[in-house]
């Protein structure tokens, strides 16, 4: 089992910044990608950014591309997400997830994940 722990939501303006972290523990070893998917009231879960535990490189959804960072501690089992330049649009719950890796890459979709989060709110006012 691996718990994962959000933390770092809130309310901020349109153009500010959030950093959300997300706190892995338990049989971590088994998981080789982290990500993050957002989910706004009456659409469905959707990918944001990955990150595998090993090598260097992120992926991300064209509407964060430039704006959102994803980044890992191994040491702290932690992943995070710097969210800069945040739109109304970005407002949603904010969940990550572990998984396996697929052809060396992390999934971008939700059904490729095993483990999830509890969720942590962001809002960004207009």
């Known amino acids: 089992q691996v718990q994962l722990v959000e933390s770092g939501g809130g309310l901020v303006q349109a153009g500010g910044s959030l950093r959300l972290s997300c706190a892995a523990s338990g049989r971590t070893f088994s998981m080789s990608a982290m990500g993050w998917f957002r989910q706004a009231p009456g659409k469905e879960r959707e990918f944001v950014a990955a990150?595998?535990?090993?090598?260097?490189?992120?992926y991300y959804a064209d509407s964060v591309k430039g704006r959102f960072t994803i980044s890992r501690d191994n040491a702290k089992n932690t992943v995070y997400l710097q969210m800069n330049s945040l739109k109304p649009e970005d407002t949603a719950v904010y969940y990550c997830a572990a998984g396996l890796r697929y052809n060396g890459r992390p999934g971008v979709t939700p059904w490729q994940y095993d483990y999830w989060g509890q969720g942590t709110q962001v809002t960004v006012s207009s």
């Open positions: 990150i595998l535990w090993s090598g260097v490189n992120t």
